[in-house]
């Protein structure tokens, strides 16, 4: 298994806050995806961090060894619509409750 921390990046300080119509439709289509990938089991939690200096999207994925982090990120609707980008971080493990 390979772990990562994810950090989605909008595409301006103020996105919450100044999303257009089109935005905020792509965000809930990402969230409706994040949630899939929770479901099956690849990502462990997401959700918005409130950073006073600009908030950001993050993930904690657990995939498999043949699986390819920036692959699954790319198939987002948010990034398919090209609002924001990825950073992802290797992580050596990953200890989950339940």
Request: charged share 20%.
């Amino acid at each position: 298994m390979k772990f990562y921390l994810c950090k989605y990046i909008p595409p301006r300080a103020d996105f919450r806050a100044s999303m257009t119509g089109d935005e905020r439709e792509w965000m809930r289509q990402h969230g409706a995806f994040l949630d899939e990938l929770l479901d099956r089991g690849l990502i462990v939690a997401h959700g918005p961090v409130m950073d006073p200096s600009g908030g950001y999207g993050l993930s904690l994925f657990r995939i498999g060894d043949d699986q390819d982090i920036k692959a699954i990120t790319s198939q987002g609707p948010i990034l398919r619509n090209g609002a924001g980008h990825y950073e992802h971080h290797p992580m050596l493990h990953l200890s989950v409750h339940g």
